[in-house]
């Protein structure tokens, strides 16, 4: 039995987020399964234009283009989704696990009373079974959850899970016309808006990541070069974060940000399990610790023991000539 696919498109700065097309090629995947259609939902204000980027990776493209959609408030964005799940009968709804996505689809799992998949990873198709895959207790356990004949889910998707492929499709834009109820228990009042980094952390390919055994927060100026150069950016534990070193939005592990970039390199870092949590699917770890015993080596594809102080300029002057090179 076919089951259509609706993919939430997360958007910034009126662009579509490169997790947006990941979480598409993950619904691209399920309709193949199910031999389904792909439904992709585009909200906000001033919005339309951006249908011609995803329409040749889906079926149909569902435009909510509305002035009240200005500013964001979950309430709005869930109750548009569920009016759109019911209208295009899909069973499975997937969004990125980053951005507003991860808070906007439990609240419309709620509303769904659909069952709800978070962080997931990747799934698998065997003998007719579908399995998501999940990582837990920082990768040392994979987890694979059956989704059973006839359930409905909500999943959302960690970033750079999924490689994205070439547009194969010709979807039809549709506009849609959806006002929401008014009577919202919540509603916006302002938006106090950092000045934004180059590149997000969840969607940096490459992560160079400071502990404690950076020493001293001015100590940290030299990962910001090395991430200048290699295009990435800089990530902390919370160590670190707690003690001021650095933002909260620099923070990863299980009470922070959750990262898959290609490469990951911790510097100083212990690799205490809820920081390990929030790299666990990085393709490549590479950790520089003094102490040997240190949990990260558990987890690291490569690890050298020294002091990081003696292998940072090194590695600085390294990438900088390889950079030059290219």
Same mark, same amino acid.
């Given at each position: ?197 180059? *590149? /997000?952390?969840?969607? #940096? ?9 950076? %020493? !001293?927060? @001015? ?85 050298? *023991? /020294?002091?990081?102080? #003696? ?9 900088? %000539? !390889?950079? @030059?090179?290219?």
């Amino acid at each position: 039995m076919a089951k259509d696919v609706l993919v939430y498109i997360e958007l910034k700065d009126r662009s579509v987020r490169k997790v947006s097309y990941e979480a598409i090629e993950a619904g691209k995947r399920l309709r193949k399964f199910f031999s389904s259609k792909l439904h992709v939902a585009i909200i906000g204000f001033q919005v339309e234009i951006l249908a011609e980027y995803v329409k040749g990776h889906a079926d149909y493209v569902h435009v909510v283009d509305e002035e009240y959609l200005t500013d964001f408030t979950i309430d709005n964005y869930a109750e548009i989704l569920h009016m759109l799940v019911e209208k295009t009968s899909s069973s499975f709804v997937i969004g990125s696990h980053a951005g507003y996505g991860r808070f906007i689809l439990p609240k419309l799992s709620g509303m769904l009373d659909w069952a709800i998949l978070a962080d997931v990873t990747g799934f698998e198709l065997e003998n007719g079974r579908l399995l998501f895959k999940k990582p837990l207790f920082g990768g040392r356990v994979l987890s694979y959850v059956e989704v059973k004949e006839g359930n409905k889910v909500v999943t959302t998707l960690r970033p750079n899970s999924f490689s994205v492929s070439e547009p194969s499709l010709s979807g039809e834009v549709i506009r849609e016309k959806i006002e929401t109820k008014k009577d919202k228990k919540i509603r916006f009042l302002r938006a106090e808006r950092k000045e934004e980094k180059k *590149v /997000d952390l969840q969607e #940096a390919d490459f992560i160079i990541c400071g502990g404690r055994g950076m %020493k !001293a927060p @001015e100590n940290f100026k030299i990962l910001e070069e090395i991430a200048d150069i290699m295009g990435g950016r800089v990530g902390a534990s919370r160590s670190v974060v707690d003690a001021n070193w650095r933002e909260y939005e620099e923070q990863i592990g299980k009470s922070g940000k959750t990262v898959s970039p290609v490469l990951y390199i911790g510097c100083g870092v212990s690799g205490a399990i809820h920081h390990t949590m929030g790299i666990d699917t990085s393709k490549t770890i590479v950790a520089i610790n003094s102490d040997p015993n240190a949990p990260i080596f558990n987890i690291a594809d490569y690890g050298i *023991v /020294d002091d990081i102080f #003696a292998i940072l300029p090194v590695l600085k002057e390294e990438l900088k %000539k !390889a950079k @030059e090179e290219v």
